[in-house]
């Protein structure tokens, strides 16, 4: 094992450490992205993002309770339609999470049966994404979080797609850390309109076929969630006393 994973590993573990002492009142707010009435993508199996992003949010708030933190959730009942509302609901947490799963353009989407139903499907891309708003008015610890963050999945075995700084309509999104995928997205309402650092996390290509699969696993979706509540253990540690 590299050195650098190794300190990577120190790390996470004192910080848990740390947050179980010193973090118990920290507050991070856990987007469900999307709404029952307009749900988001759908899978290259029939299953609505919205439904996806609900079951990881699930999981990343057990993982947060886990270290220490306080989860609140916001949007889980599908109902919550207007996106500042979102942020302004949480105005008093120390960070926002947004949790989201992955398209790609249509020029890269094919066809295919499945269960009876013409769905679409594009296998071209792989692996998750992480954003952060430059119009966010705490743009550093945001951009720090999406960097450890991506550093903690990269760790646990998942990659970074990179596939929304590709140079075409609909992306361009250039990076803000290309090695662990984070991408700045300025204009993003949850992101920008958030009263404390933020990031949206798209965890994963719904679309790929193999992504799907995966990300339908509880036991990935538990990993991902331990890496992420270990990430947040780091950036938004505390001094102790």
Known sequence: MKLSHLAFIATISTAVCLSTISQAVTLVA???????????????????????NRAMAEKVGQALLAV???????????????????????A????????????????????????????????????????????????PASLKCASTIGRALIHAGFKPSRHHAEPILGENRPFADKPNGVHYYDDLVVLKTAHQP????????????????????????????????????????KPAG
């Open 92 to 139: 008093q947490a120390d960070f926002f999470l947004s949790i989201h799963h992955d398209s790609m353009q249509p020029q890269y989407l094919s066809e295919w049966v499945y269960n009876g139903k013409t769905l679409a499907y594009g296998d071209r891309f792989s692996g998750f994404s992480l954003f952060v708003s430059r119009k966010n008015a705490h743009l």
């Open 68 to 90: 220490g933190f306080t989860a609140k959730p916001v949007g889980e009942d599908g109902k919550m339609k207007d996106l500042q509302a979102r942020t302004d609901a949480v």
């Open 198 to 237: 933020a990031v949206l996390m798209e965890t994963g290509i719904i679309v790929n076929r193999g992504d799907e699969l995966m990300l339908r696993e509880t036991a990935t979706r538990e990993k991902i969630a331990k890496a992420v509540a270990s990430a947040l253990a780091v950036c938004l540690a």
């Open 30 to 52: 856990v987007d469900v992205g999307h709404t029952l009435e307009k749900p988001g993508a759908t899978s290259a199996r029939g299953e609505t993002e919205f439904n996806f």
